[in-house]
């Protein structure tokens, strides 16, 4: 039997109610216990004036392989996720091919287990090669591994294919992660449409865009009992009609971005292409909507939508460049400095976010330090600071909208199934 003990950390497990500094007792690849570990062990981390937490899951991540391995490929996010703290991450079918087979959810789940660091969970597509035509094989895809279904970068424009593929997710006790964007509104739109925008001479992606679509799919959850999800929610108007669903009783959750919570269109303003995104940076009115959503449970999740792209595609015409920024290493950092040390949002409530939350949205055991659970953790120090350098990052992709920051809070020992995997020291396993 081998043991692992973290010494004398602030346990925070929103799941179990804990807060309190105490130590974890990890045996064979599971949580024997939090309290007093009296017994000797095989290895000790030293959590004195640090957070010890469930494994950080993050629920939206692009790993782009298959199809384009030079810009990331599942070993490369995988580090990446270990160096950010996350222990699972979730990965989007819009791959090249698209996740839509019981044997491409095999490949991913495959690809992970060799690369030996994070957990990999992959989203199924809800349509074939995600066209929004003809569902995909959505039983296979359960029987693959698949703990969701979306067809993440594309909206399903048909409502009626949508509302099938809703019923079929319910049936299969998976949720659906929407896109949600009505692309005839955002008619070629690159930023968000507003006074930034006009001013810029930039084509806009209105709000109602994303709120017509939400609206829609509400509706349809409804009718079908199912579990909709709202993906990188980003407006005011979005949090109001989630709030309103989840009053009304809906099997509906969200989750938020780090970067919409801390930027806003203004970043535009210098071209740079870092700051393009789908959805958009808006306004920070809607910043600030976000964040009270996030604070009263109506955003129940906080994920870093990690889109990687090489800096041949980045560095163009802001109106050329493709959306998406990286955020596996910088989203707890960014959580921390942005929310938690500036008072936004309780400790307790942002682990939650990250862990908890994603875990009780996906139906997986995951997300705690109960007892008898595999033995995935994070301890951060919640009060180093460090300079974000993407050159140094584990992605092989650079696109990140907080490079030159200096932010407070970052993970210095990342634990899968037992096993120290990552250390900020440079110590793993």
């Not at 509302?163 to 079929?168: S, V």
């Not at 017509?212 to 980003?234: F, M, N, P, Q």
Request: glycine residues 12%; aromatic residues 2%; negative net charge.
């Amino acid at each position: 039997m081998t043991r692992l003990v973290v010494r004398g950390g602030r346990v925070i497990d929103p799941a179990e109610g804990l807060d309190r500094v105490a130590d974890v007792l990890i045996e064979d690849g599971r949580v024997r216990g939090v309290g007093p570990a009296g017994t000797p062990a095989d290895q000790v981390i030293d959590a004195r004036g640090r957070w010890v937490v469930p494994g950080l899951i993050d629920m939206h991540v692009h790993l782009r392989e298959p199809g384009q391995e030079e810009v990331e490929t599942i070993a490369s996010g995988c580090e990446a996720a270990v160096r950010g703290g996350f222990t699972t991450v979730v990965a989007m079918p819009n791959t090249d091919p698209a996740v839509d087979s019981e044997a491409s959810a095999e490949f991913v789940i495959l690809q992970a287990a060799r690369a030996a660091r994070a957990r990999v969970l992959p989203v199924g597509a809800i349509t074939k090669g995600r066209r929004g035509e003809e569902l995909s094989e959505m039983a296979g895809l359960v029987r693959g591994g698949a703990v969701a279904f979306s067809d993440d970068g594309s909206t399903v424009r048909s409502a009626e294919v949508m509302r099938q593929g809703l019923l079929y997710a319910r049936m299969l006790g998976r949720p659906v992660i929407a896109h949600q964007e009505d692309a005839d509104l955002n008619g070629g739109g690159v930023m968000h449409a507003g006074r930034v925008s006009v001013v810029l001479g930039l084509p806009g992606k209105s709000s109602a865009s994303e709120e017509i679509t939400v609206a829609r799919d509400i509706k349809l959850a409804e009718v079908t009992g199912a579990h909709l999800h709202c993906a990188h929610v980003s407006t005011a108007g979005t949090v109001d009609l989630v709030r309103r669903a989840k009053a009304r009783g809906l099997r509906v959750t969200a989750e938020v971005t780090p970067h919409h919570l801390s930027l806003t269109d203004e970043c535009v303003r210098g071209f740079d292409s870092v700051y393009k995104m789908c959805p958009p940076l808006r306004t920070a009115e809607d910043v600030e909507a976000l964040r009270e959503g996030l604070r009263d449970g109506t955003i129940d999740a906080i994920a870093s939508d990690h889109a990687p792209h090489s800096p041949e595609e980045k560095e163009v015409e802001f109106s050329l460049a493709p959306d998406g920024v990286i955020g596996l290493e910088t989203t707890l950092g960014v959580v921390l400095t942005d929310l938690v040390h500036e008072g936004r949002l309780g400790p307790a409530r942002a682990i939650e976010a990250m862990t908890a939350a994603p875990a009780r949205i996906l139906g997986i055991q995951r997300g705690t330090l109960r007892p008898g659970c595999d033995a995935d953790l994070t301890v951060i120090d919640p009060e180093l600071r460090w300079e974000v350098d993407p050159s140094r990052f584990a992605s092989k992709s650079r696109n990140c909208p907080f490079a030159g920051r200096t932010l407070t809070g970052r993970a210095v020992s990342t634990v899968v199934g037992g096993r120290v995997v990552w250390t900020l020291d440079g110590v793993r396993g």
